[in-house]
């Protein structure tokens, strides 16, 4: 069955987004790193 193994997004808001994905659409975050602009 396929699915998704890496996905990267740019966003607005970090925390937002992050409850979206993770908090109403269920995902798993396996890492969250800094990233420099």
């Known amino acids: 069955m396929p ?8 966003i607005r808001d970090y925390d937002e987004a992050l409850a979206f994905y993770v908090g109403k659409l269920g995902f798993e975050l396996v890492e969250d790193s800094y990233q420099p602009a």
């Open 3 to 10: 699915h998704l193994a890496h996905i990267a997004l740019v």
